[in-house]
């Protein structure tokens, strides 16, 4: 991932790298920052809130015109799969990966109606006074 650079997080662990390689990897400092801060913005002062660093991935993997809903889910995916600690392979299979594609759109849904319901919530409270 060049986004990061290899410099700070290394070289991600080979197809043939053991359980205990690929954690150190993803226990690292470095590796650690990196998926803690894959949806913030590259730049603290820009002016552009959608340069995240997992948007900056997506546009390095897709060309514009590839970047669907979906193929853009797969990026999200596969490397929210990557930096996983509970993965300790480099090698997915394509069940896993659309495992983890579904239960980011369930996420998200969630998150969704619990923003409705909250925003619900304080419709009605603001009535109360």
């Not at 662990?13 to 803690?36: I, M, Q």
């Not at 909250?118 to 603001?126: K, L, P």
Request: charge should be negative; proline fraction near 2%.
């Amino acid at each position: 991932m060049n986004v990061f650079g290899k410099v700070f997080i290394g070289n991600c662990p080979g197809h043939k790298a053991s359980p205990s390689e690929v954690l150190a990897w993803k226990t690292s400092n470095n590796v650690k920052w990196a998926h803690d801060n894959l949806w913030s913005c590259v730049d603290k002062d820009g002016n552009d809130p959608y340069d995240t660093y997992i948007n900056r991935i997506t546009n390095e993997v897709l060309k514009s015109n590839e970047r669907t809903t979906n193929n853009c889910l797969f990026i999200v995916a596969i490397v929210d799969l990557m930096f996983d600690k509970n993965i300790q392979t480099t090698v997915l299979s394509g069940e896993t990966i659309i495992k983890r594609m579904e239960d980011k759109v369930n996420k998200e849904q969630e998150t969704e109606i619990q923003k409705e319901t909250d925003e619900s919530c304080d419709d009605e409270n603001a009535n109360d006074y």
